[in-house]
């Protein structure tokens, strides 16, 4: 089974640093693009940039950045987002999902159970 | 701002068919694929490509396109399907991108 399991959640404050993870198994961690979603409250999902384990080849969407950084370590099939110094703003639930490319057609399949990440002071 | 348009809500009534449409023209060279999210659940995908369902989705939902708008449509909508609908494909520089997302509410 394809699977995609994501680290526990996070209460930090402003300020604060945090890396969260994303575990693959069940299919070849090196072979397709891993990406991330945010999804802030009562919001709709947002594409933050993807990351292609093989060869860490990494593409952020325009919104996000410099605001965070996207990484991977294939030995350990896991994918990781951080923040340097997490706002208030950066309070949201946030998805790792496997992206399956076949000529015209991009989807996200499987999705992990996301890391709600809660920037409180 | 969302390069693909999706309806902010649509309703429909037990056992009858819906449309939820998503507007890009991106659409023009790129499929979408479609996702169903329920309240407090991780979204799954229902529709990719032309019109392929992932095992363990239901025949009632199928996906079709048009010029620059793909639709997904439910035919014979149950109480469970209702829920929130992304589509999804890729934006003028090829990455990917979500719409803004629609409403299911069925009645």
């Known amino acids: 089974e394809v699977q995609l399991v994501q680290s526990g959640a996070e209460v930090k404050k402003p300020g604060e640093s945090l890396k969260i993870s994303c575990k693959g198994s069940?299919?070849?961690?090196?072979?397709?693009?891993i990406g991330w979603v945010r999804q802030m409250p009562g919001k709709g999902l947002e594409w933050m940039g993807i990351i292609y384990p093989g060869d860490s080849d990494t593409r952020y969407s325009p919104s996000f950045q410099g605001q965070v950084t996207i990484s991977a370590d294939k030995s350990i099939s896991t994918a990781y987002l951080q923040w340097s110094s997490l706002k208030a703003s950066d309070t949201a639930m946030y998805y790792c999902a496997r992206l399956v490319v076949t000529g015209s057609s991009t989807s996200f399949d499987p999705w992990g159970q996301g890391t709600l990440v809660t920037v409180s002071s | 701002s969302s390069e693909l348009t999706q309806d902010p809500a649509v309703s429909v009534a037990l056992g009858q068919t819906v449309r939820i449409t998503c507007q890009g023209d991106?659409?023009?060279?790129?499929?979408a694929s479609w996702y169903q999210q329920k309240p407090g659940q991780a979204p799954v995908l229902v529709i990719y490509g032309k019109n392929n369902r992932p095992s363990g989705i239901p025949d009632r939902f199928s996906g079709s396109s048009s010029g620059n708008t793909a639709s997904l449509t439910i035919t014979g909508a149950q109480a469970e399907d209702e829920a929130d609908y992304y589509c999804?494909?890729?934006?003028?520089?090829?990455?990917?991108?979500f719409g803004g997302g629609t409403k299911l509410t069925v009645l």
């Open positions: 069940g299919y070849s961690f090196t072979s397709y693009w």
């Open positions: 999804n494909s890729r934006d003028s520089s090829g990455n990917p991108v």
């Open positions: 991106s659409l023009r060279s790129y499929y």
